[in-house]
């Protein structure tokens, strides 16, 4: 077998460098991916209820690049979508982020027109400030607030999903999901926002349809590359892997999925519901807010379990921002650097923690790069 290219992976960075290869460059792609399926954790299918899941947990499509949601609405139609997101705190359920919106469901009205004033008046309407920001407050009422939050949303959550406190990971993870001074009770603020009308598969399915694209599913690359005859590879894989771990593993935190059906028409009121303090998962997802099959009588849930990420066992999906595994990704980066004809990209190749937005946007750049080589 001949190609010009291997891409090893067919999530997004796979199948945006396949599609782009394919059609800019004239060239031959063969995708090699060792799941039964393309669209990487963006996998999506009907389950047995006829609720559209995603075998690999939520993902919600939001970005602020319109170069990126244009690209892809050359592959999908979208269903504008604004996710919302719930925490369970002191028994009550209130939106995340953290917001004005928030303060008025947990205390008294004094207590949030006072904090809410602060607020404000410290950092602005609309201002998104990370919890760890919040808690150098020098302010009674901001750090009373700070240590609240930090103890009921936060510490709680980070424990589960990454097993250590917030202070251990990169302050990036912390500042994803900031207290919002506003009223602005949806999870996102960017300016697009959607999800793929048919679902995510069907949008993988038509980026890689090009005559010029072949696609080899439940295969490890390894096992192939000698019956390959290619000039370039790229690699969306763990870099440590490809290395055969010379540095030793880079950690990853992995996740655990439970799917329950419902005979209700809806059992949340909103898309996602997150239980920062009890029980060993960290949220809860209904499909149907997501997919909008408001017309089905029945739903299904989906349980979200963080654990250690074994090889062999389970599946590597969140790097751990961590400066020492930094150090130790420079190191691989360095080995990589020396390559001819071999290219790293992705969550996995460029250990960091993407959003699918932007695991696109390096895709586009790496392809810039790509035709500029030849």
Known sequence: MKADYLIVGAGFTGATLAERIASELGKRVLVVERRDHIGG???DEMDERGVLVHRYGPHIFHTESRKVFEYLSRFTEWRPYFHRVRA??????????FSLASLRILFSDRVADRLEEKLIGRFGYGARVPILRLKQEEDPDLRFLADYVYKNVFEGYTLKQWGMRPEELSPSVTARVPVLVSYDTRYFQDAYQAMPKEGYTALFRRMLRHPNIKVLLGADWR?????????YLIYTGPIDEFFGYAHGPLPYRSLRFRLEGRPVPWAQEVGTVNYPNEYAYTRV????????QDYLPHTTLCYEYPEAYEPGRNEPYYPVPKEENEER????????KRLKGVYFAGRLGDYRYYNMDQAVARALKLFEEVAQCL
Do not use: C, Q
């Open 41 to 43: 954790n963006a996998y």
């Open 88 to 97: 369970v705190v002191e028994g009550k359920e209130i939106p995340l982020p």
């Open 223 to 231: 096992e192939v590359e000698g019956e390959v005859r290619y000039r």
């Open 285 to 292: 997802t209904e499909f149907k807010h997501l997919t909008g």
């Open 329 to 336: 990704y420079r190191l691989y980066l360095e080995e990589a």
